[in-house]
């Protein structure tokens, strides 16, 4: 072979690789690229999604009928602050008795009416030693309302009243309700009429936030302001989800945080009442704070232990009789982990009277387990026999 006929194929070969070079610099660069290999998970080409409702009107439409406004009135009895006061009554030219002054004071709020035959769930604050309650329904129609039973401790009550052609909402389930679910609030905010405002469910669980014993609130970023207690957190179905309860304000008005009693428990709450004219829920007598790490390394426990201080036990409790202390650490319910205080106050509400339970314990270090059976929760005023525990400030 010539040396001119070599360099022809020599120049073929450099000239049909540099060829190959430049193909694969141009469609996979990355395989000749300098440096680490850097791999990055990109999302497909985003694809049309099917819009969200123009309009919520046929879930209010569905909810708005069974929702009421209350009007509470309470007599208010003040003396005179100019009259003297006498230890006894004396007719004839003595000094006279302090004289009273009797005024009237009303309030606002909602109510969601849960039964055609006229039962309204709505909160026990709204109703709370009033002499007088009236309930304004959407079509202005009126009537008073007798209490059927309340629950202090989570802050709900039962009102009936007697009106023909009611309007009865559609319970929801709590299991259903998400973060990022669109909720809407109806009721009568500052006592202006009904109205409803629309937000997103921005939590749920809330607890710990002293509005009442038992919390497991749902919160929401609808515009929620006095006269909205009591009224209806609903879903795009016009379900009842919650129970609008409380707002986190420094102004007193809507600041975007609002709370709601989630509807299972304002079911059960219901459903009892009706039954029996009072809540029937375990109890332990156990009143106890959330361990925190802050509270551990105060009390000189690991910072790593979750659990509940006991910090008061009540005397003739079944924990009391159990040989639980005010002090004690609670661990654990039955095997199950325990990580606040409010949620172990809610698994033993769920419990019935009359169960036993096995509660892990801490004690100077030691662990151990004590056995007990539940009892039925007492009337909150009825249990003041406590023993304290210490009270750390963490």
């Given at each position: 072979?010539?040396?001119?006929?070599?360099?022809?194929?020599?120049?073929?070969?450099?000239?049909?690789?540099?060829?190959?070079?430049?193909?694969?610099?141009?469609?996979?660069?990355?395989?000749?690229?300098?440096?680490?290999?850097?791999?990055?998970?990109?999302?497909?080409?985003?694809?049309?999604?099917?819009?969200?409702?123009?309009?919520?009107?046929?879930?209010?439409?569905?909810?708005?009928?069974?929702?009421?406004?209350?009007?509470?009135?309470?007599?208010?009895?003040?003396?005179?602050?100019?009259?003297?006061?006498?230890?006894?009554?004396?007719?004839?030219?003595?000094?006279?008795?302090?004289?009273?002054?009797?005024?009237?004071?009303?309030?606002?709020?909602?109510?969601?009416?849960?039964?055609?035959?006229?039962?309204?769930?709505?909160?026990?604050?709204?109703?709370?030693?009033?002499?007088?309650?009236?309930?304004?329904?959407?079509?202005?129609?009126?009537?008073?309302?007798?209490?059927?039973?309340?629950?202090?401790?989570?802050?709900?009550?039962?009102?009936?009243?007697?009106?023909?052609?009611?309007?009865a909402i559609t319970l929801g389930h709590a299991s259903d309700i998400a973060v990022g679910d669109v909720v809407l609030a109806i009721g009568d905010p500052?006592?202006?009429?009904?109205?409803?405002?629309?937000?997103?469910?921005?939590?749920?669980?809330?607890?710990?936030?002293?509005?009442?014993?038992?919390?497991?609130?749902?919160?929401?970023?609808?515009?929620?302001?006095?006269?909205?207690?009591?009224?209806?957190?609903?879903?795009?179905?016009?379900?009842?989800?919650?129970?609008?309860?409380?707002?986190?304000?420094?102004?007193?008005?809507?600041?975007?945080?609002?709370?709601?009693?989630?509807?299972?428990?304002?079911?059960?709450?219901?459903?009892?009442?009706?039954?029996?004219?009072?809540?029937?829920?375990?109890?332990?007598?156990?009143?106890?704070?959330?361990?925190?790490?802050?509270?551990?390394?105060?009390?000189?426990?690991?910072?790593?232990?979750?659990?509940?201080?006991?910090?008061?036990?009540?005397?003739?409790?079944?924990?009391?009789?159990?040989?639980?202390?005010?002090?004690?650490?609670?661990?654990?319910?039955?095997?199950?982990?325990?990580?606040?205080?409010?949620?172990?106050?809610?698994?033993?509400?769920?419990?019935?009277?009359?169960?036993?339970?096995?509660?892990?314990?801490?004690?100077?270090?030691?662990?151990?387990?004590?056995?007990?059976?539940?009892?039925?929760?007492?009337?909150?005023?009825?249990?003041?026999?406590?023993?304290?525990?210490?009270?750390?400030?963490?």
């Open positions: 072979m010539s040396l001119s006929h070599r360099l022809v194929i020599l120049v073929r070969i450099v000239t049909g690789g540099l060829a190959l070079a430049f193909v694969i610099l141009l469609f996979q660069p990355q395989l000749i690229a300098h440096g680490p290999t850097v791999v990055v998970h990109e999302a497909p080409p985003a694809q049309p999604s099917s819009p969200g409702p123009v309009s919520y009107a046929y879930a209010v439409k569905q909810a708005a009928n069974a929702v009421v406004n209350i009007n509470t009135a309470k007599v208010v009895v003040t003396r005179s602050k100019t009259a003297p006061e006498v230890p006894f009554y004396q007719p004839f030219g003595g000094p006279r008795p302090p004289e009273s002054r009797k005024r009237v004071e009303s309030s606002l709020g909602s109510g969601v009416i849960i039964s055609k035959t006229g039962y309204i769930l709505t909160n026990y604050h709204v109703i709370h030693s009033a002499d007088a309650i009236r309930v304004f329904l959407k079509d202005g129609r009126s009537a008073n309302a007798r209490v059927v039973g309340v629950d202090p401790a989570t802050d709900l009550a039962v009102l009936k009243i007697h009106l023909p052609r009611l309007s500052f006592g202006i009429g009904q109205t409803v405002t629309m937000g997103i469910v921005s939590a749920t669980g809330r607890d710990e936030l002293g509005l009442s014993p038992i919390e497991n609130f749902i919160q929401t970023d609808a515009a929620i302001n006095p006269g909205n207690s009591g009224g209806a957190l609903i879903n795009t179905n016009g379900d009842l989800i919650g129970i609008a309860s409380a707002i986190y304000t420094h102004s007193g008005g809507y600041q975007g945080i609002g709370f709601a009693i989630p509807v299972n428990l304002a079911r059960h709450v219901f459903r009892q009442i009706i039954k029996y004219g009072h809540v029937i829920e375990g109890w332990i007598g156990v009143a106890g704070q959330t361990l925190t790490p802050a509270l551990a390394r105060t009390l000189k426990l690991p910072k790593s232990l979750r659990g509940v201080l006991v910090a008061a036990i009540y005397n003739d409790g079944p924990a009391a009789k159990a040989g639980v202390q005010a002090g004690d650490v609670l661990y654990a319910i039955n095997g199950q982990p325990l990580r606040s205080a409010n949620r172990a106050l809610l698994k033993i509400a769920d419990t019935k009277p009359g169960t036993p339970i096995t509660l892990g314990v801490i004690r100077n270090g030691m662990h151990f387990t004590v056995h007990m059976v539940v009892a039925t929760r007492p009337p909150l005023k009825a249990a003041t026999s406590l023993t304290q525990g210490p009270s750390p400030t963490p």
